[in-house]
T-cell receptor, first 117, second 115 residues
Framework: AQKITQTQPGMFVQEKEAVTLDCTYDTSDPSYGLFWYKQPSSGEMIFLIYQGSYDQQNATEGRYSLNFQKARKSANLVISASQLGDSAMYFC??????????????FGTGTQLKVEL | NAGVTQTPKFQVLKTGQSMTLQCAQDMNHEYMSWYRQDPGMGLRLIHYSVGAGITDQGEVPNGYNVSRSTTEDFPLRLLSAAPSQTSVYFC??????????????FGEGSRLTVL
């Protein structure tokens, strides 16, 4: 079974609109962390936001927020006020266990976001 | 700050050749890892290290070797390259979760083509 599932291969959004990128995960470990990374066309991986399984509040970082629904095992990324520079591939990833272990991440297959004028 | 530096950025190999992808980090991170990225498959973990002298296998270790003699360096060796190893390779470093979120800091990637 896939540990991280991103069901939207591609998404379009108009500039200044909000967009939600879906991510569901599967783990039996009660301690885990969820990450979102951005990969622009230049290829580098940029860390955006993190949510720990015991965090009570949804994570936010500027225009990025993580809609964490633990019971549904979903960790959707919300980008508010989209900008042309947000056009990129977005990856959801999970680390099982909160400490030690080398911070091994399992990645989803990604969602390609295109922001249009 | 250089962060995580990978060399080379591009490489073309013939089947059966060997090569080493270099990775160095200057953030004094304990953890280092190698991932490969293939179209439609996201990133998959090849090998990782939790400190100098300690390495372990990830999801797709076959055909690759690693060693970690210093905190800074974590080279990835392809012993006998195969076309299936054509991919983009990312090196990453991080600190244990107790020092923050434990997010990975990635190098810029190395694009390898095996003919």
């Amino acid at each position: 079974a896939q540990k991280i599932t991103q069901t939207q291969p591609g998404m379009f959004v108009q500039e200044k609109e909000a967009v939600t990128l879906d991510c569901t995960y599967d783990t039996s470990d009660p301690s885990y962390g969820l990450f979102w990374y951005k990969q622009p066309s230049s290829g580098e991986m940029i860390f955006l936001i993190y949510q720990g399984s015991y965090d009570q509040q949804n994570a936010t970082e500027g225009r990025y927020s993580l809609n964490f629904q633990k019971a549904r095992k979903s960790a959707n990324l919300v980008i508010s006020a989209s900008q042309l520079g947000d056009s990129a591939m977005y990856f959801c990833a999970m680390r099982e266990g909160l400490t030690g272990g080398g911070n091994k991440l399992t990645f989803g297959t990604g969602t390609q976001l295109k922001v249009e004028l | 700050n250089a962060g995580v530096t990978q060399t080379p950025k591009f490489q073309v190999l013939k089947t059966g050749q060997s090569m080493t992808l270099q990775c160095a980090q200057d953030m004094n991170h304990e953890y280092m890892s190698w991932y490969r990225q293939d179209p439609g498959m996201g990133l998959r973990l090849i090998h990782y290290s939790v400190g100098a002298g300690i390495t372990d296998q990830g999801e797709v270790p076959n055909g690759y070797n690693v060693s970690r003699s210093t905190t800074e360096d974590f080279p990835l060796r392809l012993l006998s390259a195969a076309p299936s190893q054509t991919s983009v390779y990312f090196c990453a470093s991080s600190q244990p979760r107790t020092s923050g979120t434990g997010e990975l800091f990635f190098g810029e990637g190395s694009r390898l083509t095996v003919l």
